[in-house]
């Protein structure tokens, strides 16, 4: 074989090998609940900045279907570079009305978590005819419970596994409504108000669902398939300065997370947040994390990272969101977010 000839193929040879060797299987997905300027400032988008949204993925990133997404995370294949999906919770029939045709254009796929029963019964809700052709033109649905309720809620004298068994039966009811009316069961499940404990999560996993949560970072095929993470993109995160950034980051490899429950009660007390992580991309040392956007101070041991959390004062939804920079990714960041979720003294959850 001529050198020449040689030379080129052990390079092809290298660079493919080089190209596999670094491959990745991360992802981001975003939740949207409202494109409409009549809707709530906190959950909503604009059309217009929903469209400048639209560009900036077109031109800097490659959107997938979920289903795309969550089959390689699964499976442990890679996916293009910046990867995104783009996701909807509660089935507004602004959707239909003003990001649709939006979408359409761009010819991006998306999915919409919605509540079956609600639809078609709803004003403000999409209807089966609209599901229908929006699932002919690029979009797929999956399940948001039967009715947008808090599911950690439990009833008057109901035990733990009453409690589990009619909430499963919720999601079951809810799913099978979305085939006898799409022909198609994805067995995703996005929790209503992000809420989720161990035991439902760990239900629903048992059940063949993935779960669809409320917290930040990116994901992989090492997250957490009972709680996957969606970046909000509306209301005060909707500014492309920040979302950008967010739309570029990694899923942080965290392992041997402690306490796993994300359940606390009040008065709660100090703990310790742990967990481990892989250093093979990443500085231990450089792990920044937040509460309610405040630096907290991290003590590591070896690749152990232990974050205090102080004593909550009040009921509703808090997180720790962690951040590290990327070695070989220069100027991206891996990310972690973990829920916590406190009801009121007397076992009422906030909206």
């Not at 929790?191 to 669902?209: D, T």
């Not at 892989?278 to 920044?288: C, E, F, G, H, S």
């Amino acid at each position: 074989m001529p050198k020449t000839l040689y030379r080129i193929l052990f390079i092809l040879t290298l660079t493919c090998y080089t190209q596999l060797s670094w491959a990745k299987d991360n992802a981001v997905i975003l939740l949207y609940h409202h494109v409409s300027e009549q809707t709530p400032a906190v959950t909503s988008v604009s059309p217009e900045v929903f469209r400048e949204h639209l560009a900036y993925l077109a031109k800097h990133h490659k959107v997938l279907p979920l289903k795309t997404i969550i089959d390689a995370i699964s499976h442990h294949q890679p996916l293009p570079d910046k990867a995104v999906a783009i996701t909807f919770d509660d089935g507004y029939d602004n959707i239909f009305a003003k990001a649709h045709p939006l979408l359409k254009e761009f010819g991006f796929p998306y999915t919409v978590f919605i509540n079956p029963p609600l639809i078609d019964s709803v004003s403000y809700q999409l209807s089966w005819q609209q599901v229908k052709t929006m699932a002919s033109e690029g979009a797929s649905f999956a399940n948001h419970g039967n009715y947008h309720d808090h599911l950690l809620a439990k009833h008057a004298s109901e035990s733990d596994q009453q409690w589990l068994k009619r909430v499963l039966t919720d999601v079951e009811q809810a799913e099978d409504t979305l085939k006898q009316q799409l022909g198609y069961s994805l067995k995703y499940f996005a929790y209503p108000y992000g809420e989720f404990n161990l035991s439902l999560k760990n239900a629903l996993r048992e059940r063949g669902y993935v779960g669809f949560a409320q917290i930040s970072g990116a994901v992989a095929s090492y997250s957490d398939l009972g709680a996957l993470p969606r970046y909000p993109a509306a209301g005060i995160y909707s500014s492309l300065s920040s979302l950008s950034t967010k739309l570029s980051t990694l899923a942080m490899p965290v392992s041997e997370v402690s306490p796993q429950d994300p359940i606390l009660s009040l008065p709660t007390t100090q703990f310790d947040f742990e967990f481990s992580v892989d250093t093979a991309d990443l500085n231990v040392r450089q792990i920044a994390c937040f509460v309610a956007d405040k630096p907290v101070n991290v003590t590591i041991q070896n690749n152990r990272v232990s974050i205090p959390f102080l004593a909550a004062s009040r009921a509703g939804r808090q997180r720790i969101n962690c951040t590290s920079p990327s070695i070989e990714d220069k100027g991206r960041y891996y990310w972690f977010s973990q829920p916590w979720f406190i009801p009121t003294a007397d076992g009422k959850w906030l909206d």
